[in-house]
């Protein structure tokens, strides 16, 4: 079988990220539908949306559109307004044309701020332990340095040989690695606290074993993390699939994180209900009341007036 040409891997590329942007675009609709409508009231349980996260979100929105309209239109202008002067493959390995630099520098954007959410999640779940923190930091500020050698570097190739010259490659292989580290690290901890928890709660309510885990990788973002694996394995490889997987990548990052805006919105919702729920069957815990018994007793004294007794009870 005929490896994949370059030209051919970025034009389904573009057409995987159209996909994904698509159905990406409906959940981030929904998710911030959910968080505006409830960003200016308290639920039951006094919790509002958390404005970070918000802001986050809306922030990896705006990057993987930007992405989405770049990659298109350099499409357009490959196949439409060039109408063949250019080969397809050398106008695709040129890393100095001003919209590759800038696709990139928008994925690893994307990255930065992913791998921000997820460090986020993981001090969210870990919250006493905030030490386990320390190693995803190390990695995400050794990755914002990586970015900016990697934009800078592509701005000096003066060939068109694509993402495996050797004045990249490294910088490449440095980033994948970085992002990587900080995705497994953080999802194989959240897994494990997440296991832990639901088994717990799980002995007591019975729930399938298949949501339990369904659960578990939504809220871990393990979807974003397999993706990586992909790319960084098909770009070791030398194979130009890696553009595709790339490309697809993008929205899914922005799927993986609004699933679990979506979760932690389900959640909070919930436990509002129940909340509200237990006005009609409580269940707090039982604990020992004072209650006051006042016992009036008329009769007759020597002055004829009413004499009233009073006698306090503590029930349990």
Known sequence: MAPITLGAASLMGCLMESVTYGCYLVLFSYNMYLQLRNYGEKGANGNRPNLLLLV?????????????????????EVVIDLEGKIPIDLYFANLADPKQIAVTGLFECEVLVGDFILIYRLYHVYRPMWWVCIIPIGCWCALAVSTGLLLSN????????????????????????LTLCTNVYCTGLIIIRLWRGHRSVSAHVGKSRVIKVLRIFVESAALLTICLTCTFATYEAGNNVQYGILDATSPIMGISFTLILLRLNWNRNVGSSQ???????????????NVTVSQHVDGDSWTGEHEQTKRDLDMA
């Open 275 to 289: 909340i509200g729920s237990s006005k009609v069957q409580p269940t707090y815990p039982l604990r020992s009341i």
């Open 56 to 76: 986050a979100s809306t922030l990896l929105f705006t990057m993987i559109s930007a992405h989405w309209a770049i990659e298109v239109a350099r499409v357009f």
């Open 154 to 177: 592509m701005t000096l190739v003066t060939a068109s040989t694509g993402v495996f010259t050797e004045r990249v490659i490294s910088w490449i292989t440095s980033s994948f690695s």
